[in-house]
């Protein structure tokens, strides 16, 4: 499956249209990131009318702790500037485009006889310096050979004019794509990489994702576009399920629809007012189980596992952070979200029908390290589930107090294979504590909540181990 490097421009766009820092490119790439995708991109221009330079560097900040599970992709001309930032910044990638004056957005790809002198140098430093070079072309194989003889390791088809062709019906879409394919396969041939990108969409990628080779489509203006009305987690959840071939599920099911339980509020442990959905078990007095959202999400992402444990005998209850959702407070404050785990712990063991020493809770991401910091905590806790945890997620640190307190603890866990930081942690889990210990791995770059759609036996495995472990 081509991955999906989302293209954050449009958001310093609208920043800079008003100045300050709002919409803030990082929280951006955060909730980007939190929704499962596996690439961020900028295009710096000279005239830094959407990202700047201090953006590429903050972004640079925030992704390194993500290395191996984040790309990172700079765009951009040739421009002395240029090259100096991305050499110092060091990114994944670095997409190469020719600029013309006073374009409001790229028109084509490098011409097939532009001279080797003109970036040749350029891309055996940045290729020294371990970055790798893509080749912004148009879908010719003139092109394709072009950028074979400039030694770069991708080239990336400049598909506006698939788009437009799209456009046009299937006859003109089948004819251009032809073309996309052709060169496709010979840069396959010829040992060099293919990404996409320009005025792909949700629309367009329903052929566009079946391109023989393809490796990352970056998308910027169509989905940030798109986020305007349905919010930035959510379409980025729809870009990777288009290219999953799993759009038509993803649209047709995650139109704000309101969760089946029960909706409540409760206090934090500082008397933060939260929302949240309570699923009670038909047969009481039942274990409960607390649900800890990602960050940037809310607690509707857990309906289908909520359903599921009230389904299975487990009273459920998914809650909405501080600053999240329904929740008052900041969602800047991520230490004092743990207080909020330890408030929903003792609202939930306190309700009638809730058996208050059978307390389990399910996390994700930014959720799971919090799970754990407010379990090891409460003697209420028997069982925590960790999906994607981190031994430093923004400063919540999994140390090695807190594994010593995970003794007598059952700790289930779930992680991506290529997701280097959640594997790290679930090693150090495993060889600590005394109380069960069970762990899954989803082949891929994939995290957080992304691993109960991309596997649906992990959602399965886990109710199990939760009735297993509360109802005993």
């Given at each position: 499956m081509a991955k999906l490097s989302v293209n954050v421009n449009k958001v310093a766009t609208v920043r800079n249209s008003r100045g300050g820092r709002e919409p803030s490119v990082i929280e951006a790439v955060r909730t980007c990131i939190d929704a499962g995708a596996p690439g961020i991109t900028v295009h710096p221009r000279a005239d830094a009318r959407h990202i700047t330079?201090?953006?590429v560097l903050a972004i640079a900040d925030e992704l390194k702790p993500l290395k191996g599970r984040v790309e990172y992709n700079i765009e951009g001309d040739a421009r002395p500037g240029l090259v100096d930032l991305v050499l110092a910044v060091r990114p994944d990638q670095c997409t190469?485009?020719?600029v013309?004056?006073?374009?409001?957005?790229?028109e084509a790809g490098w011409a097939a006889d532009t001279p080797r002198s003109?970036?040749?140098?350029?891309i055996e430093r940045m290729q020294s310096a371990g970055i790798r070079v893509s080749l912004f072309i148009d879908p010719e194989p003139a092109a394709v050979r072009w950028a074979k003889q400039m030694g770069g390791d991708r080239v990336e088809l400049y598909t506006e004019p698939f788009a437009r062709a799209f456009e046009r019906g299937p006859d003109a879409a089948a004819a251009s794509f032809a073309k996309y394919a052709e060169a496709a396969q010979l840069a396959h041939e010829l040992g060099?990489?293919?990404?996409a990108g320009h005025d792909l969409d949700l629309k367009n990628l329903t052929l566009f994702r079946t391109l023989p080779h393809l490796d990352e489509v970056s998308i910027g203006h169509a989905l940030i576009s798109r986020a305007l009305f349905v919010g930035l987690s959510r379409t980025v959840r729809e870009y990777l399920a288009a290219l999953a071939l799993a759009l038509v599920a993803l649209v047709c099911c995650a139109a704000d629809v309101r969760a089946s339980g029960k909706a409540v509020t409760f206090p934090s442990i500082d008397g933060t007012s939260?929302?949240?959905?309570?699923y009670e078990a038909s047969s009481r007095p039942a274990p409960g189980v607390v649900l800890v959202h990602m960050q940037s999400r809310n607690k509707a992402d857990w309906k289908d596992l909520a359903d599921d444990l009230r389904d299975a005998g487990l009273t459920a209850l998914a809650i909405d952070l501080r600053g999240h959702g329904g929740s008052s407070g900041s969602r800047e404050n991520l230490p004092a979200m743990v207080q909020d785990v330890k408030g929903a712990v003792q609202w939930l063991s306190a309700r009638q029908g809730v058996r208050p020493g059978n307390i389990g809770i399910v996390g994700a991401s930014l959720g799971a390290n919090l799970a754990l910091l407010a379990a090891v905590e409460l003697p209420l806790v028997r069982a925590v589930a960790l999906l994607s945890p981190s031994l430093d997620y923004r400063g919540l640190r999994i140390d090695a107090g807190v594994l010593r307190k995970t003794a007598g603890l059952a700790v289930w866990m779930a992680a991506g294979t290529k997701d280097p930081f959640s594997?790290?942690?679930?090693?150090?889990l495993t060889t600590s504590g005394s109380g069960g210990r069970e762990q899954r791995l989803v082949e891929g770059a994939v995290h957080g909540m992304a691993l109960l759609t991309a596997d649906r036996e992990i959602g399965r495995a886990l109710v199990d181990w939760l009735r297993r472990s509360l109802l005993s």
């Open positions: 330079t201090e953006d190469l485009v020719p013309k004056p006073g374009e409001i957005t790229s003109e970036l040749g140098g350029i060099v990489g293919v990404n939260l929302a949240g959905e309570i594997l790290r942690t679930l090693k150090e």
